[in-house]
T-cell receptor, first 113, second 113 residues
Framework: GAGVSQSPSNKVTEKGKDVELRCDPI?????LYWYRQRLGQGLEFLIY????????KSGLPSDRFSAERTGESVSTLTIQRTQQEDSAVYLC???????????FGSGTRLTVV | LAKTTQPISMDSYEGQEVNITCSHN???????ITWYQQFPSQGPRFIIQ???TKVTNEVASLFIPADRKSSTLSLPRVSLSDTAVYYC??????????????FGTGTKLQVIP
């Protein structure tokens, strides 16, 4: 597609439920990144993919968070047993070798009630 | 990873030139400097990237001194629509490798009529 697409754009979930957030990167972009942004805060790195592999998972806040990427395309960020502290905007970005910078999606706003 | 320091906020009147400086004392030889702009409810958007000296595009200019320990983003004749958060980012660009990159808290620019 023309840009990075994230779905859903908004998600309200009850505490304790699992959620899946989806990212469709720009076609051909080999790198994919997930960030978290709490209200009024900067972007917190979560994980990045090089192809389908995730060389660095150190940013994931806890073992309730996991992510995968298939076909060097779509990525899913899963949060199990959500907590209120997980409420934030989750942003996905992609890039390609030789590119200048990252292209971000508009994010998924997650609210845990 | 090189740590960056930016002013938390700045105010400017419409039509004025705005300069936002970022300090990055421990920048590495391979690191580039990239600036992003973020509007509310949107993901960050690439503005400009440079390695040394001066870079200019249709949106902004980026000034980087010889020691590269700081950089200045210059926005000519700002308008109300330039009100946003501006992030300075230091690291290998996507073209150089798949590196974990962390955004700081950015500089919130408020343009006043």
């Amino acid at each position: 597609g023309a840009g990075v697409s994230q779905s859903p754009s908004n998600k309200v979930t009850e505490k304790g439920k699992d959620v899946e957030l989806r990212c469709d990167p720009i076609s051909g972009h080999t790198a994919l990144y997930w960030y978290r942004q709490r209200l009024g805060q900067g972007l917190e790195f979560l994980i990045y993919f090089q192809g389908n592999s995730a060389p660095d998972k150190s940013g994931l806040p806890s073992d309730r968070f996991s992510a995968e990427r298939t076909g060097e395309s779509v990525s899913t960020l899963t949060i199990q047993r959500t907590q209120q502290e997980d409420s934030a905007v989750y942003l996905c970005a992609s890039s390609f070798l030789g590119g200048e910078g990252y292209t971000f999606g508009s994010g998924t706003r997650l609210t845990v009630v | 990873l090189a740590k960056t320091t930016q002013p938390i906020s700045m105010d400017s009147y419409e039509g004025q030139e705005v300069n936002i400086t970022c300090s990055h004392n421990n920048i590495a030889t391979n690191d580039y400097i990239t600036w992003y702009q973020q509007f509310p409810s949107q993901g960050p958007r690439f503005i400009i990237q440079g390695y040394k000296t001066k870079v200019t595009n249709e949106v902004a200019s980026l000034f980087i001194p010889a020691d590269r320990k700081s950089s200045t983003l210059s926005l000519p004749r700002v308008s109300l629509s330039d009100t946003a958060v501006y992030y300075c980012l230091v690291g290998d660009p996507p073209s150089g490798g798949y590196q974990k990159v962390t955004f700081g808290t950015g500089t919130k620019l408020q343009v006043i009529p």
